[in-house]
Structure formats: C-alpha cells, structure tokens
C-alpha cells in the first residue's frame, strides 16, 4: 500500500488587506528571510484576479492558496507535490476552524490565534499531515480547553 505523502514547507492566512494572521514555518529560515518571503507571496497573490488558477510556481516550490471570505489560505510545497491534496487539506483546516468556532471569521482568528495555532499543530506537524481525523483533532482541542478552564479556577480559588 502506497501513501500519498505531502511536505508542506509553511503556510501563511493573511487578510484581503494583506495583514498576517497567522504563520507556521515548517523548515528554518532566518526571520529577514521570513519578511521577505511573507511580503512577496501577498503581494503576489492579492494582485492576482479570482478568476486566476490558485497555483504559482515560485522559486523551486509550488504555491497553493484559497480564499475563505475575508482570510487567504496559502501553502508552500515541493515542486513534485500534489496541488489538490494541498487545497484539501487547506480545506480540511478550515473545516476545523468553522466547527470550532461556528463559521470562523477573521475576528476569531485574531482573537483567538493561540486555538488556531493549537489546531493546526493538531493537524500538521513538520509539515505533514499528522490527524485528519476532524473528531480527534477536536477532541485534543477541548481537552486542551478544559484543562484551561481548571487551571484558572484553580488559580481564582488560590488567590481569593
């Protein structure tokens, strides 16, 4: 049996304005080099028409990217990667924000971008898929939550 695997190099939201909301690199780069990456594909990506293919071969990678209302998905891949699987899982990502917060917003990620960080390490880790699994990642995350909710209590009937 054969796995399609998938080596995800990062993934940037980023709003129609071209504010970043949120970065995940999954291979080193120097924070310069960061900047200058970031600023170049949204550049790039927001001057493109809607009409346009959501892929762009850049350098010797490929990108993936997808607008969901107000944010931009966009993905880092090996050239030799496959572009749909990337755009499920961009999509698969979302799907995990919208059950989350009921029909992620902007706002939500901003707010909140510690569960969004949380739900994609969940998800993606070293930039493979590590659980597709919408039930578990869910699961982790309001474990995660609740084990929040019991420290601050914990903590409000120390100090009071």
Same mark, same amino acid.
């Given at each position: 049996?054969?796995? #399609?695997?998938? %080596? $995800?190099?990062? $993934?940037?939201?980023?709003?129609?304005?071209?504010?970043?909301?949120? %970065?995940?690199?999954? !291979?080193? +780069?120097?924070?310069? $080099?960061?900047?200058?990456?970031?600023?170049?594909?949204?550049?790039?990506?927001?001057?493109?028409?809607?009409?346009?293919?959501? @892929?762009?071969?850049?350098?010797?990678?490929?990108? !993936?990217?997808?607008?969901?209302?107000?944010?931009?998905? *966009?993905? *880092?891949? /090996?050239? /030799?990667?496959?572009?749909?699987?990337?755009?499920? #899982? !961009? +999509?698969?990502?979302? =799907?995990?924000?919208?059950?989350? @917060?009921?029909?992620? *917003? /902007?706002?939500?990620?901003?707010?909140?971008? =510690?569960?969004?960080?949380? $739900?994609?390490?969940?998800? #993606?880790?070293?930039? =493979?898929?590590?659980?597709?699994?919408?039930?578990? #990642?869910?699961?982790?995350?309001? %474990?995660?939550?609740?084990? %929040?909710?019991?420290? !601050?209590?914990?903590? *409000?009937? +120390?100090?009071?």
């Amino acid at each position: 049996m054969s796995f #399609i695997t998938l %080596q $995800m190099q990062f $993934m940037l939201l980023f709003s129609r304005q071209g504010k970043l909301r949120l %970065q995940k690199w999954f !291979v080193s +780069h120097p924070d310069k $080099m960061k900047k200058k990456i970031t600023r170049e594909l949204v550049a790039t990506i927001l001057a493109r028409k809607p009409k346009m293919s959501s @892929f762009i071969e850049w350098k010797d990678l490929k990108i !993936v990217y997808k607008r969901y209302a107000s944010l931009y998905f *966009c993905c *880092c891949i /090996e050239k /030799e990667d496959n572009e749909l699987l990337t755009l499920e #899982i !961009v +999509h698969r990502y979302v =799907e995990l924000l919208d059950k989350y @917060f009921g029909n992620v *917003c /902007e706002l939500d990620i901003i707010f909140n971008f =510690e569960k969004a960080y949380f $739900m994609l390490d969940e998800f #993606i880790l070293g930039g =493979e898929v590590q659980d597709s699994s919408k039930k578990s #990642i869910l699961n982790a995350i309001a %474990q995660m939550d609740l084990l %929040q909710e019991v420290v !601050v209590l914990i903590f *409000c009937l +120390h100090f009071t």
